[in-house]
Each structure stands twice: as C-alpha cells, then as structure tokens.
Nanobody, 115 residues
Framework: QVQLVESGGGLVQPGGSLRLSCAVS????????MGWYRQAPGKQREFVAF???????YAADSVLGRFTASRDNAKNTVYLYMNSLKPEDTAVYFC?????????WGQGTQVTVSS
C-alpha cells in the first residue's frame, strides 16, 4: 500500500511563501503523475496542481502563476512551491496520484494564511 506523508505547512502572512513536501513510498514513483489537493473548512477537497513523469506541470486557475509543483525522483518526493499566498489559500493540503487517486490519503499539512 502506498504511503503518502505531507509536511511543510504552517502559519504565514499574506504575500508570503511556503514549500510543501510529500514523501511517497514505492519504487514506481518516477512513473507517477502526482497531484496536490486542498480542503478548506466546510468545503470539498479541490485540485491544486500536478506534475507528471516528464516534469510537465499544470496548476488550477485559482493558483496559476503563484503555485508550482516539482519533484525529486531520487527522494521519492513531490513539492509544492507556494508564493504570494492569500487568506483564501488557507486549507489542509494533500498529495496523491493524479488523476486516479490512490485509495489512501495522507494526513495532510495545514496551511494558514493570516496577518
């Protein structure tokens, strides 16, 4: 069973930056397209960005130009670089395979954007 472990969240002021990490178990990691998702209080989980096996990236309109996914295949880790953070980016952030998610999700990492 794949294990997904997110980290790197925290409290940041509007306009600030964070880097999230997601460690993925399994030797097949380089072949995976990995996505980032988030869930704000009282809202459904939503897609944020993905990076494919060739390092092509895509981001949702709400974060385009501010968030970028990257990966380190040697470390089985995917990252989400978040810049120009806004209060509406506050959420728990998760990683998972994209678009067909693994059944199990990690615990997520909380990002709070507030002054």
């Amino acid at each position: 069973q794949v294990q997904l472990v997110e980290s790197g969240g925290g409290l940041v002021q509007p306009g600030g930056s964070l880097r999230l990490s997601c460690a993925v178990s399994g030797s097949f990691f380089p072949d995976l397209t990995m996505g980032w998702y988030r869930q704000a209080p009282g809202k459904q989980r939503e897609f944020v960005a993905f990076i494919d096996s060739l390092r092509g990236t895509y981001a949702a309109d709400s974060v385009l130009g501010r968030f970028t996914a990257s990966r380190d295949n040697a470390k089985n880790t995917v990252y989400l670089y978040m810049n120009s953070l806004k209060p509406e980016d506050t959420a728990v952030y998760f990683c998972n395979r994209y678009p067909r998610n693994f059944d199990n999700w990690g615990q997520g990492t909380q990002v709070t954007v507030s002054s």
